[in-house]
């Protein structure tokens, strides 16, 4: 009988995502059996599409989204469109930038730059260009300390490979 109530509670455990009502980044995703929750700071509403929410539960600290996985899939798909808007948007405004390849799960980006339109302005472009992935990497379920992606910078003249940065840790120098 105890081995039964063991497992019976183990098995809640795991059917409810394992979430918990504190909030240690802005934005948690919690991937369970049956949903997904959603934790986030009360500056991040409105990210995620509330008619898609099967429940939510708001305090003062945070706001907590319940989602089936088909709406999950939906508001990722949402996300993923606005990080599209966001990468055409910077290639517009930075025309040296005549291509942007982002991988499906957006760990990896290249890059193709006109170098003779290149200015010092497009450094500023590349770290808005890294914050789309970690805008979609968060809302997939990686906590900002497991965010990382590679970003490829390529010369759109020979196709050459000028420069890796491995993110975030060459932001920083």
């Known amino acids: 009988m105890k081995k039964w109530i063991v497992a019976t509670t183990a098995l809640a455990v795991m059917l409810s995502g394992c979430t918990t009502n504190k909030v240690t980044e802005p934005v948690e995703v919690h991937k369970g059996l049956t949903g997904v929750t959603i934790l986030m700071e009360p500056d991040y509403m409105g990210t995620v599409d509330e008619a ?77 260009l890294a914050s ?24 759109a003249a020979t196709n050459e490979l000028i420069e890796t940065y491995d993110l975030p840790e060459d932001l920083y120098k």
């Open 52 to 128: 898609l929410a099967t429940d939510i539960e708001t305090t003062d600290t945070h706001v907590t989204y319940k989602l089936s996985h088909a709406n999950y899939r939906e508001a990722m798909a949402a996300i993923e469109s606005q990080v599209q808007q966001s990468l055409t948007s910077i290639q517009l405004q930075y025309p040296a930038f005549t291509e942007i390849l982002v991988n499906r799960s957006h760990t990896i980006v290249d890059v193709k730059v006109d170098f003779s339109q290149y200015d010092e302005g497009l450094e500023t472009a590349l770290l808005a």
């Open 132 to 155: 789309s992935l970690m805008y979609y990497q968060v809302y997939d379920g990686h906590s900002q300390e497991d965010f990382d992606a590679v970003m490829n910078i390529y010369d």
